[in-house]
């Protein structure tokens, strides 16, 4: 064999045997750390995640923890990519597709279980906790609450606690918490910046249009038999109300919600109507100023107290009296608004929309278009046959219920005449219909009426179960005047709410039942709490963001200035961060402080420590420099190298290092 291809040899030889060395194996320790990031990142999407998604995660995490308590090896890869197929086509039959956030956010926390089954080196502790990152910002796709934080927040801090085990697996639990604690006491004044002066995007964190705005709850454009009833048991907040002196009392909190004109036998439906920058009405009498707080509900709807007047740009006003926003309300949203509760309404209100409120399909309701003629005939006026209808219906011993019978086509004519038992759309569906069927112009409004002061912080909280809907006759000369049937029935309902009105035979919402007191007051500090972080942290939208900056004298509109501002405070924070660490250092440990000082010293006289260098090296090199105190200089070291890197507490022994540094003599 020639020479060359000798060399040729050689050097395939020792390519083939440069492998890299295989990475160290995670010890049990890392691997708890990891498995406990998992499972907090992993419990909180069990509230979104399908069952059979959530519980596979669970048996994944589970799995590993047997792996890590018997010490056995993982799963072998093949059943692994078995596992990952069979994760991947259910995930594809439950959502139907692998695109948008459901399915995303369910492959990747299946994807997250599989991932810990074959963990084994420091790159697998990597990916996990990068996973596990990812999922903890996806919690907040579909809340962001202060819950939803607090768990980002645990997740993040265990995560923090995974990457600190692996890179000092030596150390305890205890050393790692906080360890990672204060990584993340460190990051909170940048949070903190970024929070503030980072530009604002309005709009959901999620925008496809198949995951954004869905499953929003609340009223709709339509009433049938049952719809309101069915908000009944939803102690879910629609809104609060922070008002400006007072709230008006319980019986006057009617809050505007769609307007419903046209009835096909059995549902209303909203009729059309104008828009304008101004009301359709002339603002009169007492004024009432407030600040709403509306959850997003996808609608243009504001819920604004009756009659709703000044407003700010972004609200408009309908012909039917309602306050609308510019655009649907797609996030938690303030608008500051006025009510003129007094105010006469709709007192011009032109001959078209008057005949279509006394409209009624011709073969609906027989009966009751019957009773109505009945009770028409011989009055002298319209306000004489509303007192008529009045008197009938208190006289007839409807019963308010929040269980209703489910009714047919004729649902004014089962209401009255039938089952006798309803809600209130019930009550107000079939006052209108009788209203109608006797000529007087009628139509119902929907909404919410009440509300509960939230004893802790003032607000006035008004929740689902607190859908409602009610009636209004135009009356000449009077115009659009508000009348609730249910009132008949169940005045309590009007003056004290839903529980007062319902009797014993209603099953009450758990947290309206009359024992439950005490859950109710924590219900009451849980509510300021997110009503706090809502206002302050959730509520800090584009238009608060500029009127803080330009409080502080500062031009939000120069994206520019904002950057270089955003850039400026960072690097700021960065220098001190390193200060403090630089002097953390410095006090923290009397040797090495010691050291430091005597290496500066001696650098001084030339003869400098190299970063390269060890103690005992370095001791060597000035034993030669400085002969005549050799032994002195070679103990020095000799001490610092012990103190420092031995098994030996330093103690006194610091002080004796310190002293003997000092007896150093240098020309």
Known sequence: MSAGATRFAAMLKR???????????????????????AALTVAPHGIWLPAWIHALCLLFLAWRGLILWQGSRPPPAVLLFALAAAAAAGVRL????????????????LLLGMKLLEARAARDIHTGVLLCLFLQLALFLENQSIAAAAMAFLGTLTCLGALVALADPAGSVREHLRSATLLLVHGLP?????????????????????????????????MTPGSISALGNSSAIAFRAAFDGPPPPPAQRYWRGPVLGSFDGRTWTAARFAEADAPFYRPVGRRLDYVLTLEPHNRRWLLALDYPGAAGPLVRFASDHQALSARPVQTRSRFALSAYPDAPVGTDESPAVLAAATRLPADSNPRSRELAASLAAGAASDAEILERVLAHMRAARL????????LGTDSADEFLFDTRSGFCEHFASAFAVLMRAAGVPTRIVTGYQGGEINPVDGYLVIRQSDAHAWAEVWLEGRGWLRVDPTALAAP???????????????????????????LRGLRHRWEALSNSWNQYVLGYNPERQREFLASLGFDPRSAAKLAGLLAGISALLLLALYAWASWQRRTSDPVQRAWERFSARMARAGLGREPWEGPLAYGDRLAEALPEQADSLHAICAAYARLRYGAVQAGDQSRALEKQMKGIRIQ
């Open 15 to 37: 390519r083939g045997s440069a492998r890299p060395a295989p990475a160290p194996a995670l010890d049990r320790h890392q691997g708890l750390w990891l498995l406990a990031a």
């Open 492 to 518: 309590e309902r009007i003056a004290d709410g839903l529980a007062a009105a319902l009797s014993a035979e209603d099953a009450l919402p758990l947290m309206l039942q009359a024992d439950m007191a005490w």
């Open 94 to 109: 439950e959502f139907g597709h692998f695109f948008g956030k459901d399915p995303g956010v369910a492959l990747l926390a």
């Open 399 to 406: 019963r308010y219920t929040l269980r209703p019978p489910l």
């Open 190 to 222: 940048f949070l903190l910046v970024f929070f503030v002066l980072f530009p604002r995007i309005q709009g959901p964190l999620w925008g496809l249009p198949a995951d954004a705005f869905s499953a929003r709850t609340g009223l709709s454009d339509t």
